[in-house]
Nanobody, 121 residues
Framework: QVQLVESGGGLVQPGGSLRLSCAAS????????MGWYRQAPGKQRELVAD???????KYVDSVKGRFTISRDNAKNTVYLQMNSLKPEDTAVYYC???????????????WGQGTQVTVSS
């Protein structure tokens, strides 16, 4: 059974930094794109950033220059370094991985349980 386990959320003051981690475990054949989404109260879930297995990255405009996504393929782990945090970054952050589990044909989307990020003074 495949699981995505996130860590690193919390409360931080405006201008501060946090680093989120998400490790995929289980019977995994390969992982394609990994990414981070977020959902603020009353808003739809949005893509924050994602990264392909080759290292190509994509960011939502509001975080460009402040957030950096990276991954360690050997550890099946994706990271999100968040700097210069703003109150509007407050949300539940979810990890996502498009991967091929053993025994299943095709690519399947998996989600983490979510981690709360609160930016407030």
């Amino acid at each position: 059974q495949v699981q995505l386990v996130e860590s690193g959320g919390g409360l931080v003051q405006p201008g501060g930094s946090l680093r989120l981690s998400c490790a995929a475990s289980g019977r995994i054949l390969s992982i394609n794109t990994m990414g981070w989404y977020r959902q603020a109260p009353g808003k739809q879930r949005e893509l924050v950033a994602d990264i392909t297995s080759r290292g190509d990255t994509k960011y939502v405009d509001s975080v460009k220059g402040r957030f950096t996504i990276s991954r360690d393929n050997a550890k099946n782990t994706v990271y999100l370094q968040m700097n210069s945090l703003k109150p509007e970054d407050t949300a539940v952050y979810y990890c996502n991985a498009a991967l091929r589990p053993y025994g299943i044909v095709g690519v399947v989307d998996y989600w983490g349980q979510g981690t709360q990020v609160t930016v407030s003074s």
